[in-house]
């Protein structure tokens, strides 16, 4: 299984961008990317998903190498309300047991 | 309007006294998972199932039951409760395409044991 490894938190001002990356150096082949916010009382949420190079949504990009043994993710001017704890997690397509890291939380401050 | 929904939302217990929690969702999910989080620790899987009447083990399923009968409803179910299960519970769904789609969470059960 592929185990992750985010940093315990980081600190932003609104209007910055922010990367946040994980390292997965035992990725297997089948596997996919994903990230999700959580916020206090509430269940994570899905951001954005990936295999290989980059991958853009409405609300963020993700950044894989060609080794796949990292991603970063990106949130382009981020604002107070993206102060929330952030997953990495790498899966593979079978859906079994799937590894979450320990998340990063920012914080956005005004 | 699709849901994952867990009941009850917080529950405090006693050492040994069983409990379920439910957990049902309305997307027609094959898949439907169960993961604690604690401070430090992130969300660790407890059970996962794949279909109706197939379930499997995560990382940290000792003293946890679960079981499949239904499509929509992967119940969590601690037959002797103890301190160390204090904790915050996620119930996950997906739908099965290959593995590909994202999890829906519902919004937790916050669980103590005194």
């Known amino acids: 299984l592929a185990k992750t490894t985010q940093p315990i938190s980081m600190d932003s001002y609104e209007g910055q961008e922010v990367n946040i990356t994980c390292s997965h150096n035992n990725i297997a082949t089948n596997d996919y990317i994903t990230w999700y916010q959580q916020f206090p009382s509430q269940g994570p949420r899905f951001i954005i998903q990936g295999y290989k190079t980059k991958v853009t949504n409405e609300v963020a990009s993700l950044f894989i190498p060609a080794d796949r043994k990292s991603s970063t993710l990106s949130l382009p001017r981020v604002s107070l309300s993206d102060t929330a704890v952030y997953y990495c997690?790498?899966?593979?397509?079978?859906?079994?047991?799937?590894?979450f890291g320990t998340g990063t939380r920012l914080l956005v401050s005004p | 309007e699709a849901q994952v929904t867990q009941n009850p939302r917080y529950l405090i217990t006693v050492t040994g006294k069983k409990l379920t929690v439910t957990c049902s969702q309305n997307m027609n999910h094959e898949y439907m998972s169960w993961y604690r989080q604690d401070p430090g620790l992130g969300l660790r899987q407890i059970y996962y199932?794949?279909?109706?009447?197939?379930?499997d083990k995560g990382d940290v399923p000792e003293g946890y039951k679960v079981s499949r009968k239904e499509k929509r409803n992967f119940p969590l179910i601690l037959e002797s409760p103890s301190p160390n299960q204090t904790s915050l519970y996620f119930c996950?769904?997906?739908?099965?395409?290959?593995?590909?789609?994202?999890?829906?969470f519902g919004n937790g059960t916050r669980l103590t044991v005194t």
């Open positions: 199932s794949m279909n109706v009447e197939v379930t």
């Open positions: 996950a769904t997906a739908p099965w395409d290959g593995g590909n789609s994202p999890l829906h």
């Open positions: 997690l790498v899966g593979d397509r079978s859906f079994q047991k799937l590894v």
